[in-house]
């Protein structure tokens, strides 16, 4: 069989830049700087004033960047952390490394995005920050995120793994909180040749803890203030990343025009009952993932309409099968089916389509056409 259209291909845009990119890595072959280098600088400012704040922290992994960033912000044992049961798994793992205590609860399901009023039943005089998790590339509202935090006196930690240079109410993503934690997995809107992942903030003194975090705990070689650990971003990768950044909004643009056809020609399907998630942020949005709702009203099932694309070529996605509360690991904190109904419901009900720069229109056309036809042959 065929792959038509694949769900995403880093190829197209990596071979128009590849010379470049192999010069910035010969760079760091003849520098030599392999750990802390010249690049992991240049690139951790450079996105930063990107993202509108003032300081990068390079870090090993998204994952890193939220576990040690909330450390990097005072967040920890016996303090409770809001966030989306609706999320990658991650963004509780990073809670649940920081020794933070997990608080889940339900999203929106118009938009997948964390729901403020559910968040704003959960506080207790133990809670000391809100994850927002900017999903599939969509801000949560700033505004609405700082109001939420002046009025319950809680911090606001970004999770902006899915959102480099998202944008809402003027916001770029990583500008909000206190600190906002990045990955640049290959396959996110900027992506490394590996693992890497970043912290922003404006704050120079969680800033100046994470960059001892990421280094044993050190400032200053061989003397340790706290037990920190080994998570710093690689100069090859930094190298990389700094190639691409500028490539990035025109990136962005591509993804959000591909967005834009799909929500029109998918439009007539809402009546069947397929869905699009919401955009509530307009040209700011920077669709990580292309996401829709297949409700009980359609007259074919999901896994049906998923087995029936990949028969014709096309790749699809689910993001994410298994809510956070429902994985085993974390059957310890509690809770239990049902718990968070929104979120339960999505993650039987969504789809994500293939997505990425360089999707050309006759392939964008070929996925509208065949999901188009799966329905509409199901209705008869
Ligand atoms: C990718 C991702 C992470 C984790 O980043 P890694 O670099 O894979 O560790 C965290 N949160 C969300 C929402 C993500 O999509």
Redesign the pocket.
Known sequence: MTIKVPFVDLNLQHQPMQSQLLVAIEDVLTKGDFILGQAVSNFEAAFAAASGTEYGIGVA????A?ALGLQACNIGAGDEVILPAN??V??LIGVVSAGATPILVDCDPQTALIDLEAAAKAITPQTKAIIP?H?YGQMVSPSQLLDFANTYKVLIFE?A??AHLAEREGYIAGSVGIAA?F???PS?NLGAFG???MLLTRDSEVAAKMRRLRNYGSSQKYVHIEPGTNSRLDTLQAAVLHQKLPYLSQWNSERLAIAQRYDIELAPLASAGMIPMQNQSGTGHIYHLYVIKIDDSCPIKRQQIQEKLTAAGIQTGIHYPIPCHLQPAFSYLGYQQGDFPQSEQLSQQILSLPMYPGLNNSQITEVITAITSIVKSAKT
């Open positions: 992994s998204g994952t890193d939220i999320t990658f991650a963004t998790v999903l999770d793994a899915q934690a990955s640049f997995y996110k693992d890497g992942g």
